[in-house]
Every structure is written in C-alpha cells, then in structure tokens.
C-alpha cells in the first residue's frame, strides 16, 4: 500500500490484534510497507490470514494467527508462535475492540413515559443487561490489558519496545445511546497514560490512538442506509465533524507510523491521538 511517510520498521516485529477488520487491517498493511514483520491476529482465523496474505502479495512479511485477546492461554501460545515465526515482538497494536447491542439504549435520553412499564423493542437506561456491559468492557479493556501483559513483557527484558492502543470519540465526549462502549474506551484512555508511567522505566513507550468515525464493517447500518444515503445518526455525526465527512483507514495510517517509529516519537509517551476530522473540538456551535 501506499503510505504517507515512510519509517524505519525493518527490525521491528509487530502484533496488531483484530487484525482481520478495516482499520486494523490497514494498519497491519502499513506497518509491512515500513518493513516490519507483522503478525496479523484475529479471534477468526479466516480473516488473518486474507489479510496476511494480501501483504504478503504486495512484497511485505506477515502470517496470520488465531488469538483470543480474552485468554491469557491463546495469547500466550500466539506469542510463542510468532516468536518461532519471526522473533521477539517489538511493537504491540492493540486493535481488538467493539461494541454489544445488550451494552445500547434504545433512545438517546430517557423520556417520562419510559417510566410506565416496558415496551417491546425499547431498551431503556434500566433494562441494560450486566452481561451486555460485561462483555463489552472485557472486549475493550481486558482485550487491552491482557494482550499488553502478554506481548510486551520480552520488550521489557530487552529494554525497549511500543505499545499503541486503540481508544475512541467516546472517550474524550461519550456517545448517546453508547454507555458501555464509552466507559470502555475512557478506560483504555486511562490506562494508556497509566502504563506508561509504569513502563517508562524499562523503555516502552505507550501511546493511543482515537478515531473519529469511520465506515466499518460493524458501523455501517447504523450510520448509512442500503441506498448509502445517511441515517439520522449519521446526519447528526456528520454534521458535528467540522471537515463533514467520514474517515478512511488510510486516515490513521500517519498517526501510527508516527508513534511506532522510535526516531520520529522517542520522546512521545502516554498521548491520546484524536484522528477525527475535528469531532472533539467542536462544541456543536
């Protein structure tokens, strides 16, 4: 692929998690183009490895491998098998994440008559299932955390190493309708800052990445129409993102080259990087 700045990635070996997805397809693409090895994970085998090979096919190193960001054991065994593959991991992207409908409210606010008694199809703030909220925040943070503590700890001994997570809009404003999903990603915000804190002592750098809205695979009924014409959240999103569009993967590309190469962010740790289109500065006046 072709990619807006070029960076020194050859001795680097790179993790990127949910690695079958758009963006993080993208960013597993980018990162070869720099010439790390990259492993591309995903919990469904199929998809990693669709994407390994369409790097592959354009000149770069990467295998595919399954990997469950939820199983300490999966990680662990992922790790011992890109270390045969390709050496000791350098460079972490934590892209595994998503929401759950049983985590979303029906309707942007509580009204009076949600009040009377349940309605079919209606989830309001008290009908939330635990489990939903449950699934959601291990999706997000545990998903974070566990790979982190898994990848990172041979970076650790050799005393260098990057980790880059992926946050969310959501966790500098949250999104109506969104609770779980938001509380989620402020968390890997957190613990962003929090972890490189307590990794700054043993060379890793931590950083974050927040994208603003972008078409995917798991967003795109909400946001668009069959016809591709906008639904009336995508209307309203649209239009409190002063540049009024949407992002493309290509989009993120700039800020990860940036954070993964240790010459152009050596000194850059525990940031949030909004790539957004203006969303979060945007008052809605």
Known sequence: ???????????????????????????????????????????RIDGAEKV??????????????????LDKASLEQCNAEIEKAFGPVTLLVNGAGGNHPKGTTTREYLLPEDLKGAVE?????????PKGIEFVFNLNFLGTLLPTQVFT??????GRGCVINISSMNAFTP????????????????????????????GIRVNAIAPGFFLTDQ?????????????PRGNTIIAHTPMGKFGSAGDLVGA??????????????????????????????
């Open 121 to 129: 199809g209606v989830t309001t703030f008290y009908d939330l299932d």
């Open 175 to 202: 999104l109506t309708k969104i609770p779980a999903y938001s509380g989620a990603k402020a968390a890997v915000s957190n613990f962003t800052q929090w972890l490189a804190v307590h990794f700054s002592k043993v």
């Open 1 to 43: 692929m072709a990619v807006p700045m070029r960076v020194t990635l050859e001795n680097e070996v790179a993790v990127v998690t949910g690695a079958g997805g758009v963006l993080c397809s993208t960013m597993a693409a980018a990162l070869a183009e720099c010439g790390a090895k990259v492993a591309v994970t995903d919990l």
């Open 153 to 158: 700890k041979g970076m650790a001994k050799a």
């Open 219 to 231: 967003n795109r009924a909400l946001l668009t129409k069959p016809d591709g014409a906008l639904t």
């Open 256 to 285: 990860l080259l940036w954070l993964s190469s240790d010459q152009a962010a050596g000194f850059v740790t525990g940031t949030v990087i909004p790539v957004d289109g203006g969303f979060s500065a945007f008052s809605g006046v």
């Open 52 to 69: 390994a090979a369409s790097i592959r096919a354009a000149g770069g190193k990467a295998e595919a491998f399954a990997c469950n960001v």
